[in-house]
T-cell receptor, first 113, second 114 residues
């Protein structure tokens, strides 16, 4: 089955700095890579996603890059703000896997004011 | 986005008892899943809830311990049976459309087993 590894497990940055979280996956059939943000005590929510036919996608301060050959994808957050503090999960999903997503272990991001 | 409602939001249970969690989704959702999230951990898929048939369980999860029903497209239940303290966790209902992959989550049910 799919295996998703996520690094780092914790990340602390100063407000205004950039943050990068990296994930690798094992199943070459995976073709959809979402990122979820989970604030303390709340449900995970999708913040950005990318499909395998695209190398990069941006949404304001958030971007995701995908390297299919190397089987890794990354989340980039620029100009971080304290409200970006949360746990971020990457995931991989394959059409051949009945719509199931395999999640990374999560990264706890702390943005210091 | 899809709306997913889940209840109870939290409960404290005695060892050996069972608890059923209910999940209601809106009509945008075609697939339903149940995840477990232990404190400070990632999301682990328990099973896919199949409409009108037996759920599809992931390795390490069995029907006797986590019976799941999905009598129609928009409703599912997860029962945590014969609970032990190790079952203390957050149980999340999620839904999605298989062709997009995006998942929407319920607010979670935090179970504490004493």
């Amino acid at each position: 089955g799919e295996n998703v590894e996520q690094h780092p497990s914790t990340l602390s940055v100063q407000e205004g700095d950039s943050a990068v979280i990296k994930c690798t996956y094992s199943d070459s059939a995976s073709n959809y890579f979402p990122w979820y943000k989970q604030e303390l005590g709340k449900r995970p929510q999708l913040i950005i996603d990318i499909r395998s036919n695209v190398g990069e996608k941006k949404d304001q301060r958030i971007a995701v890059t995908l390297n299919k050959t190397a089987k890794h994808f990354s989340l980039h957050i620029t100009e971080t703000q304290p409200e970006d503090s949360a746990v971020y999960f990457c995931a991989a999903n394959s059409n051949t896997n009945a719509g199931k997503s395999t999640f990374g272990d999560g990264t706890t991001l702390t943005v210091k004011p | 986005s899809a709306v997913i409602s889940q209840k109870p939001s939290r409960d404290i249970c005695q060892r050996g008892t069972s608890l059923t969690i209910q999940c209601q989704v809106d009509s945008q959702v075609t697939m339903m899943f149940w995840y477990r999230q232990q404190p400070g951990q990632s999301l682990t898929l328990i099973a896919t809830a199949n409409q009108g048939s037996e759920a599809t369980y992931e390795s390490g999860f069995v029907i006797d311990k986590f019976p799941i029903s999905r009598p129609n497209l928009t409703f599912s239940t997860l029962t945590v049976s014969n609970m032990s303290p190790e079952d203390s966790s957050i149980y999340l209902c999620s839904g999605g459309q298989g062709n997009t992959g995006e998942l929407f989550f319920g607010e979670g049910s935090r179970l504490t087993v004493l």
